[in-house]
């Protein structure tokens, strides 16, 4: 069975009865099809960056801090579903799939020990769910949020700003609006092929369409 590797957005957590359904739905899946959770920052996130801002620390620090924070929201979404298992290490990863548990990857000791990416903010949870997939053979990476994928202009900021449906990578990254993945996703999925789609947490249920191989609400971003 082929992994599906999930970044939960720490902008779901502004819904806290919205991500509860949305764990116990993924727990549901995580029966049917092989799920890892990868979590985003969100707020925690956020105060690294008023941190930084106020002490102008150094990449390196501030991008650890960073990862830290993805290590507290997945513990967040740990405790809102029990049924989950928090994992660490690759090895302890693929132990816990074959088990079919849905999977809560904390990235710290690995990303601190490889430290395989650009120390800067140009890299958040979406680069780093995208590293994971391709260190463990995924499929497919969904990055879930709470739009309904990558969109022509803001759409928290216009009213009728565009989605669309389908993008390359190539032609993502030479969008001049700011999207709903970071600055150096693009250049990252065109050096690891995956397929990605930016998807609604809000709407669970297109989540499944897509682990069901249908069409549904979202942005397919290819790595062409």
């Given at each position: 069975m082929a992994l599906?590797?999930?970044?939960?957005?720490?902008s779901l957590a502004n819904n806290p009865e919205k991500l509860r359904?949305?764990?116990?739905?993924?727990?549901?899946?995580?029966?049917?099809?092989?799920?890892?959770?990868?979590?985003?920052g969100g707020e925690f996130a956020d105060t690294v960056r008023s941190l930084d801002t106020r002490f102008n620390l150094s990449p390196k620090a501030a991008h650890r801090m960073?990862?830290?924070?993805?290590?507290?929201?997945g513990l967040l979404l740990a405790d809102l579903s029990p049924k989950t298992t928090v994992v660490r290490t690759f090895e302890d990863t693929k132990i816990s799939?074959?088990?079919?548990?849905?999977s809560i990857f904390l990235p710290s000791s690995i990303m601190f020990s490889e430290d395989p990416l650009e120390n800067s903010w140009n890299i958040t949870s979406d680069s780093i769910s995208l590293y994971i997939a391709h260190r463990l053979g995924a499929q497919q990476v969904l990055l879930i949020t709470d739009v309904d994928g990558v969109f022509e202009s803001d759409p928290k900021q216009q009213y009728g700003a565009k989605l669309i449906d389908k993008i390359s990578a190539?032609?993502?990254?030479?969008?001049?609006?700011?999207?709903?993945v970071d600055a150096a996703f693009s250049g990252l999925l065109m050096k690891w092929p995956t397929v990605c789609y930016v998807v609604n947490?809000?709407?669970?249920?297109?989540?499944?369409?897509?682990?069901?191989?249908k069409k549904t609400l979202s942005t397919l971003i290819t790595n062409q």
């Open positions: 599906t590797v999930l970044k939960l957005g720490g359904f949305l764990m116990e739905k993924l727990v549901e899946l995580s029966s049917q099809y092989l799920l890892l959770i990868v979590p985003g960073a990862i830290l924070a993805m290590d507290q929201y799939l074959k088990l079919s548990n849905l190539n032609q993502l990254s030479k969008l001049s609006v700011r999207t709903s947490g809000l709407f669970p249920e297109r989540i499944e369409t897509i682990l069901a191989g």
